[in-house]
């Protein structure tokens, strides 16, 4: 258990309709990150939330967007469904703190997302 | 960031050592390596991080060498519940954490 909670846990969109995953962080965690994985490949990096701004974003077009909120939530947006945006979307939060960022992250067990 | 290499799969049996190498050539002055363990239909979990030599938890031990180019992940006396996909990660993590995974390491675990 890493107290990062994610929901839905399963959902099912047709292309082109919209969708908004959410995350709530490990209680006191400040920075919210976003991860994409699709079937047999490793988790990748759509963005980062820290302090409810975006200060970080992988290689993801902007119909990915984010929010994140004074509690430290989060939720993940993406408009315009493609087939390929089927995947397992996995949120993880930090501290960042006196001693800066470490590489750990705690992820929560992930939304699966199947457009049809 | 530097990419790393490491194999495929693994097959081993309860109770034997199990170490997993990483190769990671182009590794930074300031780049930490990191080790994360997962499950299927779950999150990756953190296991393990060093910079140099050795470093060792309840979980595992991480062995770098001097010119910190390759890691070895240890991790003793497997059992059938340490069946999972290892990622060796590296990177300095300034500014945001982004963490570069590659496709892992699928080790099976078999009796």
């Known amino acids: 258990e890493t107290g990062v909670t994610q929901s839905p846990t399963h959902l099912i969109k047709t292309r082109g309709q919209q969708v908004t995953l959410r995350c709530s962080s490990q209680s006191g965690h400040n920075t919210v990150s976003w991860y994409q994985q699709a079937l047999g490949q490793g988790p990748q990096f759509i963005f980062q939330?820290?302090?409810?701004?975006?200060?970080g974003r992988g290689n993801f077009p902007p119909r990915f967007s984010g929010l994140q909120f004074p509690n430290y939530s989060s939720e993940l947006n993406v408009n315009a469904l493609e087939l390929d945006d089927s995947a397992l979307y996995l949120c993880a939060s930090s501290l960042e703190g006196l001693r800066g960022l470490t590489g750990e992250l705690f992820f929560g067990e992930g939304s699966r997302l199947t457009v049809l | 960031l530097a990419k790393t290499t490491q194999p495929i799969s693994m097959d081993s049996y309860e109770g034997q050592e199990v170490n997993i190498t990483c190769s990671h050539n182009n590794i930074a002055t300031n780049d930490y390596i990191t080790w994360y363990q997962q499950f299927p239909s779950q999150g990756p979990r953190f296991i393990i991080q060093g910079y140099k030599t050795k470093v060792t938890n309840e979980v595992a031990s991480l062995f770098i060498p001097a010119d910190r180019k390759s890691s070895t992940l240890s991790l003793p006396r497997v059992s059938l519940s340490d069946t999972a996909v290892y990622y060796c990660?590296?990177?300095?993590?300034?500014?945001?954490?982004?963490?570069?995974f590659g496709t892992g390491t699928r080790l099976l675990v078999s009796p």
């Open positions: 939330y820290y302090r409810e701004e975006e200060n």
């Open positions: 990660l590296v990177g300095d993590y300034t500014g945001f954490q982004k963490l570069v």
